[in-house]
């Protein structure tokens, strides 16, 4: 059955969506997709069932998920299977959330749906169980919690194909000491308190330095941000009738989600937007012009961190627009890194003592005794606890490098 789905026209589309998107602009390996991160996940989620199925005091749980392996392992296969090119840059402009295309890969009229029903696996069952309204809670947190089969995989990989260690951790061991409990009659997944604590915390601090080190890099933000703004440019200039913009974005555009629409929006790979960026190259439009020239070497904008006056960054760089003719919105370019497309509740949002919310709960690392009583993470381990209490948040501003110092003055 895992043949057959990678074997769809859908799924071998992944090989042409990279996983960390402009992340190559600052680490040259990262050239990895989202086919072989899905792969992986498909493999860590077998890895997580069996483990689960040999540990006594979580055989209670274990019935259910190696009943319904084949659905778990084929979820977290396709868990991805809808992602848009440029990691969520597509989103930025369709804004349909890739979530709403996996799932219509899922459940429409596809070469995915069909493998799903020839090996009776009910298509509706994968939907939900990535978007975690599956009743069978166990599996939905093996795919989607703190302690998931995707956070583990991509971590391991981004951290080997960056050549950045931040990322690595002991995987057999965090899963020699993977553990199921309850905590108000909610399922959770999380490690054995005695232990579990060393290995949760170097899990949690390989992430925190990922996101500052790589998701959250300044040259790696700069590309998302430049690619951004040429999408933004091409719409606009598309809505002047100039019908620019790849022929499966403009149906997607005007017609949204639909049967009819799936097929083009398949059609849209990192391949795609290139071939469209080298030829937006020549476009009459000199910000569009400039914007793909820039990206396709490598002149992006530069990063700037100070602290300046809002007022007089205006100002002077109303008098660059003036002078240059680009608008002021595609001459400096603001990131909150906090609001990334990588998201971790996590990690980027500080712990609610009280009155914690569903989704709350659901975004903590939980340590289970040999009685089966938890304790959150963040509760029992200092440095996690500083962690959890500041989150990240990292403000920039970027504007190309030659008017750097004319709206900012000094050195720079």
């Known amino acids: 059955m895992l043949l057959d789905l990678i074997d769809t026209r859908e799924f071998q589309r992944l090989r042409r969506i990279r996983q960390l998107g402009f992340s190559s602009f600052t680490y040259p390996g990262a050239e990895h997709t989202r086919f072989i991160h899905s792969i992986g996940v498909a493999h860590l989620t077998k890895r997580f069932i069996e483990k689960i199925s040999y540990v006594k005091a979580d055989r209670c749980f274990a019935k259910d998920l190696i009943d319904r392996k084949l659905l778990i392992v084929a979820s977290a296969l396709l868990h991805d299977i809808g992602h848009g090119p440029f990691?969520?840059?597509?989103?930025?402009?369709?804004?349909?959330?890739?979530?709403?295309?996996?799932?219509?890969i899922i459940?429409?009229?596809?070469?995915?749906?069909?493998?799903?029903?020839?090996?009776?696996?009910?298509?509706?069952d994968v939907a939900e169980m990535?978007?975690?309204?599956?009743?069978?809670?166990?599996?939905?947190?093996?795919?989607?919690?703190?302690?998931?089969?995707?956070?583990?995989?991509?971590l391991l990989r981004d951290s080997k194909m960056t050549g950045a260690g931040y990322g690595s951790f002991d995987l057999e061991w965090i899963l020699n000491v993977l553990r199921i409990g309850k905590i108000n009659e909610d399922i959770e997944i999380g490690l054995d308190r005695e232990k579990g604590q060393s290995i949760a915390e170097d899990f949690v601090m390989a992430r925190y330095y990922m996101y500052i080190n790589v998701y959250f890099h300044k040259t790696t933000k700069s590309a998302e941000l430049m690619a951004n703004k040429i999408f933004q440019r091409a719409l606009e200039l598309h809505k002047e009738q100039q019908n620019i913009l790849p022929e499966g974005l403009n149906l997607v555009l005007s017609d949204g989600i639909s049967d009819h629409t799936l097929n083009k929006y398949l059609e849209l790979t990192d391949d795609t937007f290139w071939h469209y960026i080298y030829l937006w190259q020549q476009n009459d439009d000199?910000?569009?012009?400039?914007?793909?020239?820039?990206?396709?070497?490598?002149?992006?904008?530069?990063?700037?961190?100070?602290?300046?006056?809002?007022?007089e960054l205006v100002e002077k760089a109303n008098r660059v627009a003036d002078k240059t003719g680009i608008p002021q919105s595609y001459l400096i370019l603001r990131d909150e890194a906090s609001t990334s497309s990588y998201k971790d509740p996590y990690l980027l949002e500080p712990k609610i003592d009280e009155q914690q919310t569903e989704k709350e709960a659901s975004e903590q690392i939980f340590l289970f005794d040999r009685k089966g009583k938890?304790?959150?993470l963040s509760d029992i381990s200092d440095v996690i606890r500083q962690i959890r209490n500041k989150k990240i948040h990292i403000e920039r501003l970027f504007v190309p490098e030659e008017y750097k110092k004319e709206i900012f003055g000094g050195d720079v």
């Open 87 to 104: 990691s969520h840059a597509l989103e930025h402009i369709t804004h349909i959330p890739h979530e709403e295309w996996t799932k219509k």
């Open 130 to 154: 990535i978007q975690r309204t599956h009743h069978l809670k166990a599996a939905v947190k093996i795919l989607s919690s703190q302690l998931d089969a995707d956070r583990m995989d991509y």
């Open 286 to 311: 000199p910000i569009l012009k400039n914007l793909c020239k820039r990206i396709i070497t490598r002149k992006l904008y530069k990063a700037v961190t100070q602290k300046v006056d809002p007022f």
């Open 374 to 376: 938890a304790q959150e």
């Open 107 to 124: 459940k429409g009229k596809t070469e995915v749906n069909q493998v799903l029903t020839a090996h009776g696996i009910n298509p509706h």
